[in-house]
């Protein structure tokens, strides 16, 4: 039987998991393709360290990139970061060799450049691992949706983030502490900025663009917010008026251009979204032929991310017999792919949630819907609590859909009143 050799960059906590797959569904994996896969090499920095997972005396362990490449069908890239990761991948290109990366960094940052070295070497770059863990998203882009018109995208990308918005909404904790426990259940790591401050779900995003709309949205103009701002007053305000707090990344056509951002959004809690909880994932599509669809389940962990990268392999084994057709990659064929038009951040609409935190005193509520109104923002629902005379009373409104810059210059403007004690804070509703 034929034998795909795998060259394994890093073996951490998917590569472990994607051993343990290759070895627990061996039968069936031979069942489909015809073939064995066989991890036959690993980079590591350490090659006397102990692993999670014996891969055996016959697989040689190297710290040499150069030698990963050589011998080996696939290269599968699973180290992370930047330099290092993106020059063994053009190594291996340069070499003809196919390649599977879970790096959603490294595929933000510089993309457009490993899909052009990949089609001028007639090899496959494959990345389902990189987005969402074992959500199957981007074959469902590029394939299973191909003909569709992706309307809009959002969607939960961070398992970390989840799982501390869901223990706050659920336990009542405060951030610091949601944060604590996922860090000690390992959902978070000892330094969680690019997960708590959105730049995780933003990686994902910028990729998941281009496979829906075939398309560059750099990753720089993409307007990030993360969650260290949410408050547990935000949260129980939040349910008071029908909706969850989640991080979202969102895209959406507006008049030719496309609209997206990460943010900490308001979802009514009817949407299948606002009950997705703890640390796992869950992206919505909405095309112009199949309407609707949500894709639920893992972002992360060894099993999960290693079943995606396994599908990944499976793919190309397919391909490497008698020389190899040019794989579908990107799932458009313009090449070099275009940039996207931007809609400026400033210009997108939508409803916003609006705590105020003022002085109690008589004239506050008319001031504040008077900026409102000379503005342009329009008030759905207010509701005020706090005892008289209390210092900082929270003053929430719910507005209906209203243009970025018109809110923000409503809040420069309130804020700047000396009435105000903290500034605003403002979330988007879905």
């Known amino acids: 039987m034929d034998v795909i050799k795998l060259g394994l960059g890093g073996f951490g906590t998917v590569g472990s998991g994607l051993a343990k797959i290759l070895d627990a569904n061996a039968g069936r994996i031979e069942k489909r393709l015809g073939k064995r896969i066989k991890i036959t090499k690993v980079l590591v920095r350490d090659p006397s360290k102990k692993r999670a997972f014996d891969l055996g005396p016959d697989v040689a362990f190297t710290t040499d990139p150069k030698e990963l490449i050589e011998g080996v069908d696939i290269v599968v890239e699973l180290m992370g970061g930047l330099d290092t990761a993106r020059q063994l991948i053009l190594d291996a290109f340069a070499h003809g060799k196919h390649v599977v990366t879970a790096n959603k960094h490294l595929l933000a940052e510089h993309g457009l450049e490993l899909f052009e070295a990949a089609a001028e070497n007639n090899v496959g770059l494959m990345f389902e691992a990189s987005c969402a863990g074992g959500i199957p998203i981007v074959q469902t882009l590029k394939e299973s949706l191909a003909g569709d018109e992706i309307v809009k995208m959002l969607g939960i990308m961070n398992g970390t983030a989840n799982y501390i918005l869901s223990e706050m909404t659920t336990k009542g904790m405060d951030f610091a502490s949601a944060l604590a426990d996922a860090q000690d259940l390992g959902y978070a790591e000892a330094d969680p900025t690019f997960d708590i401050e959105g730049l995780d779900t933003a990686h994902k995003l910028c990729v998941l663009i281009r496979m829906a709309y075939g398309m560059d949205y750099p990753l720089a103009d993409i307007p990030i917010q993360g969650i260290t701002g949410v408050t547990p007053m935000d949260i129980e305000y939040a349910r008071e008026f029908g909706y969850r707090v989640k991080l979202l990344a969102h895209v959406q056509e507006v008049d030719g251009a496309l609209e997206a951002g990460v943010h900490p959004a308001l979802v009514p809690y009817t949407y299948l979204l606002a009950r997705v909880g703890g640390n796992y994932n869950a992206v919505r599509l909405e095309g112009n032929a199949v309407g609707s669809i949500m894709l639920h ?43 996207a038009r931007v809609l400026p951040p400033e210009e997108a609409e939508s409803k916003y949630y609006f705590r105020f935190t003022v002085s109690d005193r008589t004239g506050v509520m008319a001031t504040i819907t008077k900026s409102m109104a000379d503005h342009g923002v329009s008030i759905a629902q207010a509701v005020q609590k706090g005892e008289a005379g209390a210092e900082g009373v929270p003053l929430v409104i719910i507005s209906h859909e209203t243009p970025a810059k018109a809110a923000e210059a409503m809040i420069a403007e309130v804020d700047a009143m000396d009435f105000s004690v903290e500034p605003c804070v403002k979330f988007r509703i879905l």
């Not at 099993?303 to 799932?331: F, H, Q, Y």
């Open 297 to 339: 389940g893992q972002g992360a962990g060894d099993l999960p991310t290693g079943s995606a990268v396994l599908a990944d392999i499976m793919n190309l084994a397919r391909k490497v017999e008698d020389g190899c057709v040019r794989p579908d990659n990107t799932g458009f064929g313009n090449r070099p792919m275009a940039k």
